[in-house]
């Protein structure tokens, strides 16, 4: 029996995308956008689907406090908040930095303080010293007699994943011919459940920089999911988006934000789905997604995260243009 709850109403819409196909050179039916950012939980994202089946396991454990970890501006932190406070469960999340780094918060980290979360700054950490201090959070719950359970970063697991492969076939039941699925590769358990619905012919990630090693990261995950071998050299999978690292504002995703945005009303992270894009946006133009085929880019959301992202927010109010009326 699953264990699997429900957090949101799906499907989510698929919307065509015809002015922004026209400006990369594909035909107006070619191009759709699959709107994983109108989930509803919590300001919405992909997340959500993962977090269907990893809260529902905590809850099958008897499970009374969700333990995750994160960037400062995590999309998955901020939705495993508000998963927690609609099943009424404690959070906490262990985030990268210092307690001064609140005084400066925004963005996610705002909706991580209205949802209830309780915050461990674990200072400087990658994914995997953050896993360790997370596992020291775990154990201290478990002395005061809490019952944690533990997610790992990203939300992506074997577990997790399943939450995409119900995503994909989705997708399907919506668009049956799709060719491609574009999707910004994270923590990589969103490109391996579209893998175990959809095959890896069809799946195009566009690794952000949030692990150091995508492809072996995404075939060990669609390697247990389906409980067939990955091969890392027959997934589709671009690395040319990343520009100076993970939290960083790459001119290419920028350019690609204001396309979407001004051809569609549609807005993008710079960290996530403006990747994606850009990624798509690539791949046309060197003959890997070619005209005449159905394209979709998944919207991961991260609308909180732009908000928080200094760089862009600057950037993009310093070109501003004036209205003279003269």
């Not at 930095?97 to 949802?115: E, K, R």
């Not at 979360?117 to 953050?130: E, Q």
């Not at 075939?219 to 890392?232: D, G, M, S, Y």
């Not at 979709?296 to 109010?317: D, I, K, M, Q, S």
Request: glycine share 16%; charged share 20%; proline share 5%.
């Amino acid at each position: 029996m699953s264990d699997r709850i429900t957090l949101a109403t799906w499907p989510t819409p698929l919307e065509p995308m015809p002015r922004l196909a026209a400006a990369l050179g594909l035909g107006e039916d070619d191009l759709w956008v699959k709107r994983d950012d109108l989930i509803g939980l919590g300001g919405g994202g992909n997340k959500v689907r993962k977090l269907e089946w990893t809260l529902g396991a905590a809850l099958a454990e008897g499970a009374d406090t969700l333990v995750t970890t994160g960037a400062a501006q995590s999309n998955h932190a901020r939705l495993t908040a508000a998963a927690g406070a609609r099943a009424g469960l404690d959070v906490v999340l262990v985030l990268p930095g210092t307690a001064a780094d609140a005084a400066q918060g925004s963005g996610n980290l705002v909706l991580d303080s209205l949802f209830g979360a309780r915050i461990h700054w674990a200072g400087d950490g990658d994914p995997g010293t953050l896993g360790q201090a997370a596992e020291e959070v775990c154990a201290r719950l478990r002395l005061g007699g809490a019952r944690p359970y533990a997610i790992p970063f990203g939300g992506s697991s074997p577990l997790g994943a399943r939450g995409y492969v119900d995503g994909g076939e989705e997708l399907l039941g919506q668009l049956p011919d799709v060719r491609h699925v574009v999707v910004a590769l994270g923590s990589g358990g969103t490109m391996a459940g579209l893998i175990g619905a959809l095959g890896q012919e069809r799946v195009l990630g566009v690794h952000c920089g949030a692990v150091t090693d995508p492809v072996g990261t995404v075939a060990a995950l669609v390697t247990e999911l389906t409980r067939r071998p990955a091969a890392p050299g027959s997934l589709r999978i671009r690395t040319d988006q990343v520009g100076a690292g993970y939290g960083t504002l790459h001119e290419p995703v920028l350019e690609a934000m204001r396309t979407a945005a001004t051809t569609e009303g549609i807005v993008l992270d710079p960290v996530y789905s403006g990747r994606a894009l850009a990624g798509l946006i690539a791949a046309v133009r060197d003959g890997g997604i070619r005209r005449g085929e159905r394209t979709v880019l998944l919207h991961t959301g991260g609308l909180p995260g732009l908000f928080g992202h200094t760089e862009t927010v600057r950037r993009t109010v310093a070109a501003l243009r004036p209205h003279s009326s003269g």
